[in-house]
């Protein structure tokens, strides 16, 4: 099972960008299918973007435009750009690994590996 470790959040004021990390061990992490959830006291885990093994994307409506998820193979990395931050994006970030190729999934319960979660706070 990969393990994963996510870095990069932070403060930031509305209107900035942040990017994140999420570094991969222990697995051939080419194969997997990778996402970025959040969550928020009190509120499930939301997913927000998700990048296949070959490279497609999917956003959810809330950030598309915004954020954008990339990979690099060769480092086993995933990576979380995120532009034009608001306050409602302040979360709890983490990034998860999925061996299911499709469909594309967004359910959490999917996902067999977590990282830690990394705080994103958006400053009005």
């Known amino acids: 099972q990969v393990q994963l470790v996510e870095s990069g959040g932070g403060l930031v004021q509305a209107g900035g960008s942040l990017r994140l990390s999420c570094a991969a061990s222990?697995?051939?992490?080419?194969?997997?299918?990778m996402a970025w959830f959040r969550q928020v006291p009190g509120k499930e885990r939301e997913w927000v973007a998700g990048?296949?093994?070959?490279?497609?994307?999917n956003y959810a409506d809330s950030v598309k435009g915004r954020f954008t998820i990339s990979r690099d193979n060769a480092k086993n990395t995933v990576y979380l750009q995120m532009n034009e931050l608001k306050s409602e994006d302040t979360a709890v970030f983490y990034c998860?690994?999925?061996?299911?190729?499709?469909?594309?999934?967004?359910?959490?319960?999917?996902?067999?590996?977590w990282g830690q979660g990394t705080q994103v706070t958006v400053s009005s």
């Open positions: 998860a690994a999925s061996t299911i190729q499709w469909p594309f999934s967004r359910r959490p319960q999917d996902f067999g590996s």
């Open positions: 222990g697995g051939t992490f080419s194969s997997y299918v």
């Open positions: 990048i296949s093994s070959g490279g497609g994307t």
